[in-house]
């Protein structure tokens, strides 16, 4: 009997394809993920692809794996990883047989995508979306205020921003720089900022000519 005979099979293949690719970038599993996924994913266009299309479907699914690893590795806002999402959609999407074969295959990517992240839960976590994520503290050898202190103090205080926040970056605030966050919003670099809630170690600020409320 032959599998791919069934529409549904090509869920399973793109699925777990992009399960153990995204996996491999989250995780580090010394390339054993990448392999797995690689022969999944190759496995599909092979089987539904004319020869001829191949190289060029293939190219544009893993030039979206290699875009999200850039914006996970270097950017971290997210941008690149979405344009990344959509290469793979469209690859899986363009080289199937028929709109079942690739809806199929389409919501296996998805499905695949955020399965997984259940990885993270067992295996070494690589050091990705760090800045989002608030991973990369910065310290004193660094020229920065200690972030294992207590930071209430800085409620209400108004400073400036040293780079853009998207949503994470570098307030300067009474000569003392620190790392900060927004409520989800970006913030140009050198705009004035207020200190809205501290939470441990963790800063919220908001622009000065912000309509919210700020916490006393």
């Known amino acids: 009997m032959n599998i791919f005979a069934f529409d549904w099979i090509s869920f399973f293949i793109v699925g777990f394809a992009t399960l153990f690719l995204v996996g491999e970038l989250l995780v580090n599993t010394k390339g054993l993920f990448a392999l797995l996924g690689v022969a999944l994913i190759s496995t ?65 990517v998805v499905v695949g995508a955020i399965f997984s992240i259940t990885w993270l839960k067992f295996l070494p976590k690589r050091n990705m979306w760090s800045k989002i994520t608030l991973l990369d503290q910065l310290t004193d050898d660094r020229g920065y205020s200690s972030m294992n202190q207590s930071y209430r103090h800085l409620i209400g205080e108004e400073g400036v921003t040293l780079t853009d926040m998207r949503p994470v970056g570098t307030i300067k605030i009474n000569g003392h720089d620190y ?38």
Do not use: C
């Open 179 to 216: 790392s900060a966050v927004t409520n989800g919003h970006w913030i140009e670099r050198q705009s004035e900022i207020f200190v809205k809630q501290v939470d441990g170690t963790r800063i919220l600020v908001d622009l000065v000519d912000s309509s919210q409320q700020r916490v006393q």
């Open 44 to 108: 599909y266009f092979l089987t539904y692809l004319d020869p001829s299309m191949i190289l060029i479907m293939s190219i544009i699914y893993f030039s979206g794996i290699i875009l999200i690893f850039i914006d996970g590795q270097f950017i971290n806002d997210g941008t690149l990883a979405g344009i990344g999402a959509i290469l793979m959609l469209i690859s899986v999407g363009l080289s199937s047989p028929n709109w079942v074969v690739g809806l199929y295959a389409i919501i296996g």
